[in-house]
């Protein structure tokens, strides 16, 4: 606890006290690769899906778009696998979700060359490297065909903001923070995600991480970097782990399935465990009564609406 308490005392000497939910929205469930042993398209095989079926609608991208815009919660980045569009599909996809959502956004769909972020640049305003973690001989087998210095080439474009994903359980160990302190330091990283290892059934790990060490790598990220901007990833089955994670300094809260989620038992001890840490929670995550749709564009509004409903049943 004594490295959550001085994490949290920084944590207040940069920061406000608000606490925000961070939405990924996924483009494609297709992967180029497939190969990550920690990832969900290695065990079912996701690079051997149709690439055109695997595509998400405009429609529904939009949606979940809007909801972010509407209920606060900050549209973290785009993500997909490896190659499931290419430049001038992610182009139109760029372009209209920043258009709804109102500002430039965030991408993480693996390694981009200067060419296609200069086409991009328009609507984009940062990019995220998926790298892992920065233990390079444990990147080598748990990643075999994501290259790590390609993520630096990538790192090392002009233009954009920089964000790192980083997930804990891997095997990495405790001695491994002062690799991830360094590539922190030599990208000049504005923003970094943390997830706890996520047991894929008929996968390659059987456990995640306990909530204290996951908190342990949050807590040295937020004591050595004091104004970074970090994000905090929890699913349903970890939920209580909510209030450590933002004693231990993180800004915002991620991954969680808040369109199947929200408003039900596990969202409101969200919110409790939020108010618990002494944090004020800033995204609507139990109600949109008083959310004006209004206004909305009518070729979404059908779709909005089967999202709306199943929210609202919950």
Same mark, same amino acid.
């Given at each position: 606890m004594e490295i959550i308490e001085k994490a949290s005392k920084v944590y207040w000497d940069n920061f406000n006290g608000e606490a925000w939910f961070g939405r990924c929205i996924f483009l494609s469930w297709y992967c180029g690769l497939g190969s990550c042993k920690f990832c969900y398209r290695a065990i079912n095989k996701g690079h051997n899906i149709d690439r055109e079926k695997a595509r998400r609608s405009l429609n529904s991208i939009l949606v979940e778009t809007l909801l972010c815009k509407k209920l606060n919660w900050k549209l973290e980045f785009l993500t997909s696998g490896y190659d499931a569009l290419d430049t001038d599909e992610l182009l139109e996809i760029c372009k209209e979700v920043s258009r709804v959502y109102g500002k430039k956004i965030w991408l993480n769909i693996g390694v981009l060359s200067e060419e296609e972020l200069n086409k991009l640049k328009r609507y984009v305003e940062g990019i995220v490297a998926s790298i892992e973690t920065c233990n390079r001989e444990l990147h080598k087998k748990i990643c075999p065909d994501k290259k790590f210095e390609e993520y630096e080439q990538m790192l090392k474009i002009k233009g954009f903001k920089k964000g790192a994903t980083i997930v804990i359980g891997l095997g990495e160990k405790k001695e491994d923070f002062l690799e991830l302190k360094d590539f922190i330091k030599k990208y000049k990283l504005d923003k970094i995600t943390f997830y706890a290892l996520k047991p894929i059934k008929n996968g390659f790990y059987s456990e !995640? $991480?306990? #909530?204290?060490?996951?908190?342990?790598?949050?807590?040295?990220? #937020?004591?050595?970097? $004091? @104004?970074?901007?970090?994000?905090? !990833?929890?699913?349903? @089955? #970890?939920?209580?782990?909510?209030?450590?994670?933002?004693?231990? !300094?993180?800004?915002?809260?991620?991954?969680f399935p808040i369109t199947k989620c929200f408003g039900d038992e596990k969202t409101k001890l969200f919110e409790e465990l939020v108010k618990k840490s002494g944090r004020r929670m800033i995204s609507k995550l139990n109600d949109f009564n008083d959310v004006d749709f209004s206004d909305v564009d009518k070729n979404i509004k059908e779709k909005l609406e089967i999202y709306l409903n199943k929210m609202g049943k919950s």
């Open positions: !995640g $991480p306990d #909530r204290d060490y996951y908190a342990w790598w949050i807590a040295n990220t #937020r004591i050595n970097f $004091p @104004k970074l901007e970090i994000i905090a !990833g929890v699913t349903v @089955k #970890r939920v209580e782990d909510v209030d450590i994670l933002l004693k231990a !300094g993180a800004n915002g809260v991620t991954k």
